[in-house]
């Protein structure tokens, strides 16, 4: 397995400050070869046959490589919030599909 994607139909206030619509993973050996792109886009297409018009997504704001993906799908940076997981800093991402 190389990865995985999480595409959820709604938010709750939780999500909606951290977590989002999708979320993805990649095996970390399998890192930078582009997985993270094509789950991404395949992901996107999934939840715009849903009938979604717009997505959520998040990540770690030192997660440079999951940024880079997320803005390289069309994501355009909403918002910044601190987790009440970890106290990391969160950005926030939406994307029109």
């Known amino acids: 397995m190389l990865g995985r994607s999480t595409l959820r139909h709604w938010l709750n206030p939780a999500l909606e ?6 979320g993805y993973d990649i095996r970390h050996s ?6 993270g792109s094509l ?15 717009r997505v959520l997504l998040t990540c770690d704001a030192d997660n440079i ?5 997320i ?3 069309s994501g355009v940076l909403s918002g910044r919030v601190v987790s ?3 106290g990391k800093l969160i950005l926030q991402y ?3 599909l």
């Open 17 to 22: 400050n951290e977590g989002g619509h999708i």
């Open 30 to 35: 399998e890192r930078r070869k582009g997985y």
């Open 39 to 53: 789950i991404l886009k395949f992901t996107l297409l999934k939840a715009k046959d849903l009938g979604l018009s």
């Open 65 to 69: 490589g999951s940024a880079q993906i």
């Open 71 to 73: 803005e390289n799908n």
């Open 84 to 86: 009440e997981k970890n």
């Open 94 to 96: 939406w994307i029109e």
